[in-house]
């Protein structure tokens, strides 16, 4: 397991049942025990009491399994308490998979069934028949999405393989409905082969008004967009390219607001040359941004050098104008913005140091960033990283829910450019100048403004750039 990985397992809560006999025992007793083993007790429900013995379930929060061991064998040395069961609330939130499907209307009868099933779904098969067209007003295909993933490069942990990939799948499907009520659904591919996850897209595709491709590793994964692209009349759109882009750009934006400098005179270092690298910098260059260089393994990318990767030769005639070598501590001096997409704690305090003043550090590996805001609040202008327990959330789901409500709305046949720029500038709208601070430089995933400002925003941009196969009444 990788240091990444272990540190995985941080900030777990748990729920212990216990049987307590209280004429053996004084709950105080119990408490003090899990608090010396470094438990936070939050929560106590009462499940059962029957004259002396009382059973319970306490929710502790710990700071990773070690504690969770100690407070189990404290627990089971204590005279008057018998564990019942030890569980972690994330796996018990995990247990069956987290989605379900739900019917529109019921079947309660003869009469429903030849409704929705045979006889009479055959006249409804038959108008799609006749005008294919109709997939999208009788069937879900309006409003469903296929969330794709091979399990290649799930979050950070990497070729996790597609099994393992679905618990991020289906989490991915719950914000789309959550923030933008799109139907989603996961679709783990036990495949690695790009020609084989394009032909199985493609196959699949009748289903689904969009497919959001997800936690496919670089470069395979700019093979499989760009051919979907073009093969299929429905958006696709790499989520960990596009909405990582998207929403980096409109904190970017905001960020540099705050510390006062301007887009075309910063300079930017950007760590982790994969799948998010890559499209971070594409739309920071597109936006003005002269000195960007990308560090991967083995350092800055120069060009004139060979890289077996296409868009690492790509990249490197591309950004790097210095032509500046060197690991990532080399390159970091002086640049006014950290850029991460790599891995778990790349990044020192003494790089931080060694920045522009003012220094923007966008952490945003997941789960782990590459250092931890804690290490750098008094010294960082603004610090952001991907996860949720922290301020400053620079994460694709600012994006993708709203981005493909939009898309589905105006029945687009592609998320173009205009598109995810439009969702940038209408994420970096929502906070204003007098809201704006250190740690408030992106709306949080719930703000319930974002999903419908960047909707509104994409259809515009579709119906602008003539990629809209409908206009919503709204902008009729
Ligand atoms: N916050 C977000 O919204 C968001 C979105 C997408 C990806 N990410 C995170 O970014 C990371 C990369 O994701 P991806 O989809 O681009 O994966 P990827 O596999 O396409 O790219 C990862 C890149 O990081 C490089 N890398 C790994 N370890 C490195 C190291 N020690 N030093 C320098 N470079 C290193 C790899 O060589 C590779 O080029 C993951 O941790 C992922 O969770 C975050
Ligand atoms: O899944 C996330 O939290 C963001 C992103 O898609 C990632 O792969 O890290
Ligand atoms: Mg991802």
Known sequence: MSEGNKQLITGKSIILRLEIDTNRIRFSDIVSAIADEGGDLVAIDVIQTKQELSIRDLTVNVADTLFTSKIVDKIKELDGVALVNVSDRTFLLHLGGKIETKLKSPIQNRDDLSRVYTPDVARVCLAIKEDPRKAYSLTIKRNTVAVVSDGTAVLGLGNIGPYAAMPVMEGKAMLFKQFADVDAFPVC????????????????????????????????????EERLKRELDIPVFHDDQHGTAVVLYAGLISALKLVGKSIDSIKVVVCGIGAAGIACSKILLAAGVKELIGVDRDGALVSGRNYDNPMWAWYAENTNPNKTTGSLQEVLAGADVFIGVSAAGLLKREDVLSMAADPIVFAM???????????????????????????????????????????????????????????????????????????????????????KLIRDRVVEAAIRTGVARRIPREYR
């Not at 082969?193 to 994964?221: Q, V, Y």
């Not at 959330?393 to 829910?401: A, D, T």
């Not at 709208?429 to 703000?447: H, M």
């Open 189 to 224: 591919l036990d495949t690695q082969d790009t020609e084989e996850i394009i032909r199985t897209i493609k196959a699949i595709a009748p289903a689904f008004g969009g497919i959001n491709l997800e936690d496919i590793a670089s470069p395979r994964c700019f093979e499989i």
């Open 365 to 451: 590996a997941n789960p782990n960033p590459e250092i931890r805001p804690e290490e750098i609040e008094d010294i960082a202008a603004v610090v952001a990283t991907g996860r949720s327990d922290y301020p400053n959330q620079i994460n694709n789901v600012l994006c993708f829910p709203g981005i493909f409500r939009g898309a589905l709305d105006c029945r687009a046949t592609d998320i173009n450019e205009e598109m995810k720029l439009a969702a940038a500038e209408a994420i970096a709208s929502v906070i204003t100048d007098e809201e704006r601070n250190k740690l408030y430089v992106i709306p949080s995933a719930f703000n319930q403004k974002v999903a």
